[in-house]
């Protein structure tokens, strides 16, 4: 055999030994460890997915509060620099100066900042961006990555963050959320809590679950896509649909800022309920450094209108006189001493005085004008076991149910606390100390019948597919007194504002009843009250009838030097305020109700032919006004509008003419024309119609572009005109 094939053969050998050496120590002894990286390979990591967290509505499904995800920005400087050496035409400080452009354009993070992270030595290392990129935005840098071929972009989750459309709006009672990371740093899992208000009370429907998925990665750090491998999908937090109505928020919220200001008040409390399903339409606890504070420091301050506790004044006098009208102890009119009332317990004496000397008041007019050495004689008469156990029922004392965070239960002593004179001093309400909500809460069974409802601030829960997951009804905690006595005391209540210490509050063509209370504010942990400091408040309803709205104002300490802190001047007003500026809302029928409420609508009897004499005995029998047109007084009644057998409201007059038809035409051409609603408001086309004699369909909302009846048409009392908003 040749020499140089020995050779070769015997060098082959020697590499060939070599090789299997080499390949035996790399998968038997593993020499260079590669087992650990070879099981990371193929044993999957799990990555947490974090859920969005759910939004909050109010009544109609207007937003309120949603979340927005968050970002941190890498980018693989490594990646960026082995591109460039593989060919690429534009050098690695080029495509840094490109990243730089498309992150700034497309965020709020600045250019030259991006600039120095990227150029920071050592460039092959991966270097940190921003961690602002909310998820439009990275889908926008992701998209612009892609078209300019750049590599190296690593996003990850960073936060979620709440977004408010309507800023300030509600925010003492949505409150607001902090995040926590538990686990190492490269595997953590995020979750959202509610600190208070709403996002505290659902924190848990709200925060939706965390789920995960398998992940294998190759060597360039690229998710390979295994069919094998497992996931659990995050769970949406669930929605909230609160019993909020946005636009009566706004009004409170903005009538309570302007009443801050002119009254000079250190707080401003407002509550709007529904009085016979107890659902809160607005809710408002204001301090007078609102405009100076960010709404973040408000969203995590204390929902006063729930906590904030003080005596409610001669608000609690109505109760009393519940009472004594269930008992039969006074008719409305029975007249009582209402001079000072001098009272001796125990070697203790005590005078209870009014502002405004009365000789003697009726019983109706002890509420209307709030007397309390009146209400100081009439509880007496009821006594402390009775009284007590009706504040007890009414709420005071303990939480509503309402389920709303921070909710505070209120002062109330059991009844073996009393003093010698808790009797006297509760029935115009000292010695106790309650909430606005509280306060509205009791009001809400004076308006609807005698029902303590359980208040609610959730409507319904929703999944992401916005199916109803739970539904909260109205709740009667308990029934209270019957409905004679409560309709009489709501005459006594509209008296308050008809004559008494509230008119300030009265409105045309719409009932309110309520009651005013000015009380002194107790010292802090002692006995007695501060000087020149008053809580200023007005309960009530509307309308009286058919009550829709309960609420309550307060002032906590409005000006004292002039005269603010009286209910009257402060809390009265911005009660009107509000009021106006609910009923006129589109959606708003009350005074079309109320209007309607108060429509006779009978038959117009046929007079035609008939001597005027008799006629006009005719009309009297059946009490209906009149008016006569023409000349000749002792004729017949040639004609009648409206005509005979139609509708109308007993209410207006019958027009009688007796001379000729055009003359009566004439004159109610007015009165029984079609008026021209299109280009109007809903709100407004209402109104027009109610003071004509045509009933309104209505489709849709908004303007009205058309209506059925042409404007000018002769119309009659029972006349349906349809029309058409957008």
């Given at each position: 055999?040749?020499?140089?094939?020995?050779?070769?053969?015997?060098?082959?050998?020697?590499?060939?030994?070599?090789?299997?050496?080499?390949?035996?120590?790399?998968?038997i002894l593993?020499?260079h460890?590669?087992?650990?990286?070879?099981?990371i390979?193929?044993?999957?990591?799990?990555?947490?997915?974090?859920?969005?967290?759910?939004?909050?509505?109010?009544?109609?499904?207007k937003?309120?509060?949603?979340s927005?995800?968050?970002?941190?920005?890498?980018?693989?400087?490594?990646?960026i620099i082995?591109?460039?050496?593989?060919?690429?035409?534009?050098p690695?400080?080029?495509?840094?100066?490109k990243?730089?452009?498309?992150i700034?354009?497309?965020?709020?993070?600045?250019?030259?900042?991006?600039?120095?992270r990227?150029?920071?030595?050592?460039?092959y290392s991966?270097?940190?961006?921003?961690?602002?990129?909310?998820?439009?935005?990275?889908?926008?840098i992701?998209?612009?990555?892609?078209?300019?071929?750049?590599?190296?972009l690593?996003a990850?989750?960073?936060?979620?963050?709440r977004?408010?459309?309507?800023?300030?709006?509600?925010?003492?009672?949505?409150?607001?959320?902090?995040?926590?990371?538990?686990?190492?740093?490269?595997?953590s899992i995020?979750?959202?809590?509610?600190?208070?208000?709403?996002?505290?009370t659902y924190n848990?429907?709200?925060?939706g679950e965390?789920?995960?998925?398998?992940t294998?990665?190759d060597a360039?750090?690229?998710?390979?896509p295994?069919?094998?491998?497992?996931?659990?999908a995050?769970?949406?937090?669930?929605?909230i649909?609160?019993t909020?109505?946005?636009?009566?928020?706004?009004?409170?919220?903005?009538?309570?800022?302007?009443?801050l200001?002119?009254?000079?008040?250190?707080?401003?409390?407002?509550i709007?309920?529904?009085?016979?399903?107890?659902?809160?339409?607005?809710m408002?606890?204001?301090?007078?450094?609102h405009?100076r504070?960010?709404?973040?420091?408000?969203r995590?301050a204390?929902?006063?209108?729930a906590?904030?506790?003080?005596?409610?004044?001669?608000?609690?006098?109505?109760?009393?006189?519940?009472l004594?009208?269930?008992?039969?102890?006074?008719?409305?009119?029975?007249?009582?001493?209402?001079t000072?009332?001098?009272l001796?317990?125990?070697q203790?004496?005590?005078?209870?005085?009014?502002?405004?000397?009365?000789?003697?008041?009726?019983?109706?007019?002890?509420?209307a004008?709030s007397s309390?050495?009146g209400?100081?004689r009439i509880?007496?008469?009821?006594?402390s076991?009775?009284l007590?156990e009706?504040?007890?029922?009414?709420?005071?004392?303990?939480?509503?149910?309402?389920?709303?965070?921070?909710?505070?239960?209120?002062?109330?002593?059991k009844?073996?606390d009393?003093?010698?004179?808790?009797?006297?001093?509760i029935?115009f309400?000292?010695?106790?100390?309650?909430?606005?909500?509280?306060l509205?809460?009791?009001?809400?069974?004076?308006?609807?019948?005698?029902?303590?409802?359980?208040?609610?601030?959730?409507?319904?829960?929703?999944?992401?597919n916005?199916?109803?997951?739970t539904?909260y009804k109205?709740?009667?905690?308990r029934?209270i007194?019957?409905?004679?006595?409560?309709?009489?005391?709501?005459v006594?209540?509209?008296?308050?504002?008809?004559?008494?210490t509230?008119?300030?509050?009265?409105?045309?063509?719409?009932?309110?009843?309520?009651?005013?209370?000015?009380?002194e504010?107790?010292?802090?942990?002692?006995?007695?009250?501060?000087?020149?400091?008053?809580?200023?408040i007005?309960?009530?309803f509307?309308?009286?009838?058919?009550?829709?709205?309960?609420?309550?104002i307060?002032?906590?300490?409005?000006?004292?030097?002039?005269?603010?802190?009286?209910?009257?001047?402060?809390?009265?007003?911005?009660?009107?305020?509000?009021?106006?500026?609910?009923?006129?809302?589109?959606?708003?029928?009350?005074?079309?109700n109320?209007?309607?409420?108060?429509k006779?609508?009978?038959?117009?009897?046929d007079v035609?032919?008939?001597?005027?004499?008799?006629?006009?005995k005719?009309?009297?029998?059946?009490?209906?006004?009149?008016?006569?047109?023409?000349?000749n007084?002792?004729g017949?009644i040639?004609?009648?509008?409206?005509k005979?057998?139609?509708?109308?409201?007993?209410?207006?007059k019958?027009i009688?003419n007796?001379?000729?038809k055009?003359?009566?035409?004439?004159l109610?051409?007015?009165?029984?024309?079609?008026?021209d609603l299109?280009?109007?408001?809903?709100?407004?086309a209402?109104?027009?119609?109610n003071?004509?004699?045509v009933?309104?369909?209505?489709?849709?909302?908004?303007?009205?572009?058309a209506?059925?009846?042409?404007?000018?048409?002769n119309?009659?009392?029972g006349?349906?005109?349809?029309?058409?908003?957008?």
């Open positions: 055999m040749n020499t140089r094939i020995k050779y070769f053969i015997g060098f082959n050998i020697i590499l060939i030994l070599i090789w299997i050496g080499y390949l035996f120590s790399i998968q593993d020499a460890k590669l087992k650990a990286t070879v099981q390979r193929q044993n999957p990591s799990k990555e947490i997915l974090i859920p969005n967290r759910g939004n909050i509505y109010d009544r109609e499904g937003l309120l509060v949603s927005v995800k968050y970002y941190q920005l890498d980018v693989d400087r490594r990646a082995d591109d460039c050496k593989r060919g690429s035409e534009i690695s400080k080029e495509v840094f100066k990243i730089a452009n498309i700034s354009e497309n965020s709020v993070a600045k250019k030259k900042f991006l600039l120095k990227l150029n920071k030595e050592p460039h991966s270097v940190y961006l921003t961690t602002d990129i909310s998820e439009n935005q990275l889908h926008l992701k998209r612009e990555f892609i078209k300019e071929n750049i590599k190296g690593v990850t989750f960073s936060n979620i963050k977004t408010y459309p309507h800023d300030k709006l509600g925010a003492n009672f949505l409150g607001i959320i902090d995040d926590s990371k538990r686990g190492n740093s490269d595997n995020y979750t959202t809590i509610g600190k208070n208000g709403i996002e505290a848990k429907q709200l925060c965390v789920g995960w998925r398998e294998i990665y360039n750090n690229r998710i390979i295994l069919l094998f491998l497992k996931e659990k995050a769970k949406r937090g669930k929605s649909y609160l909020i109505d946005m636009e009566i928020q706004e009004i409170l919220e903005e009538k309570l800022i302007l009443g200001k002119e009254y000079k008040a250190k707080n401003a409390i407002g709007v309920m529904e009085p016979f399903t107890g659902e809160i339409l607005a408002a606890g204001l301090s007078k450094d405009k504070r960010s709404a973040k420091e408000l995590s204390t929902n006063i209108a906590s904030f506790m003080f005596e409610p004044g001669s608000t609690l006098k109505p109760i009393t006189a519940l004594a009208l269930e008992k039969d102890i006074y008719e409305p009119s029975d007249i009582i001493d209402c000072d009332y001098h001796e317990y125990e203790e004496e005590r005078v209870i005085k009014d502002d405004h000397k009365y000789r003697t008041l009726s019983f109706k007019d002890i509420i004008y309390n050495v209400i100081s509880v007496e008469k009821i006594g076991k009775v007590y009706r504040m007890i029922a009414m709420g005071f004392g303990h939480k509503t149910g309402s389920n709303i965070s921070g909710e505070a239960t209120g002062i109330f002593r009844l073996k009393w003093q010698g004179f808790s009797l006297h001093s029935s309400g000292q010695e106790i100390s309650v909430s606005a909500l509280q509205a809460n009791a009001y809400c069974s004076l308006a609807n019948g005698g029902k303590v409802m359980q208040p609610h601030l959730v409507k319904e829960i929703r999944d992401k916005n199916k109803i997951i539904s109205p709740k009667v905690m029934k007194s019957d409905k004679r006595s409560l309709d009489t005391l709501k006594f209540l509209k008296g308050v504002v008809d004559y008494g509230a008119t300030g509050t009265k409105l045309e063509h719409l009932t309110i009843a309520g009651k005013t209370g000015t009380s504010k107790a010292i802090s942990g002692k006995i007695g009250y501060e000087e020149e400091k008053y809580t200023s007005f309960a009530g509307f309308p009286v009838n058919k009550p829709e709205y309960v609420m309550v307060v002032y906590d300490e409005a000006d004292y030097k002039s005269y603010s802190y009286y209910a009257s001047l402060s809390a009265v007003p911005t009660f009107r305020d509000v009021v106006k500026k609910i009923v006129n809302l589109p959606d708003t029928d009350v005074i079309a109320v209007k309607e409420d108060n006779k609508f009978v038959f117009a009897p035609t032919g008939l001597q005027l004499e008799k006629a006009i005719t009309l009297k029998k059946e009490g209906i006004n009149f008016i006569v047109t023409g000349e007084k002792t017949k040639m004609d009648q509008y409206p005979p057998n139609t509708s109308f409201d007993k209410n207006e019958i009688l007796l001379d000729n055009q003359d009566a035409e004439q109610n051409v007015d009165a029984y024309a079609m008026p299109v280009g109007l408001s809903l709100r407004k209402i109104a027009i119609s003071r004509s004699s009933k309104l369909v209505i489709r849709g909302n908004g303007i009205i572009s209506q059925s009846i042409k404007p000018g048409s119309i009659k009392f006349d349906i005109c349809t029309v058409t908003a957008k």
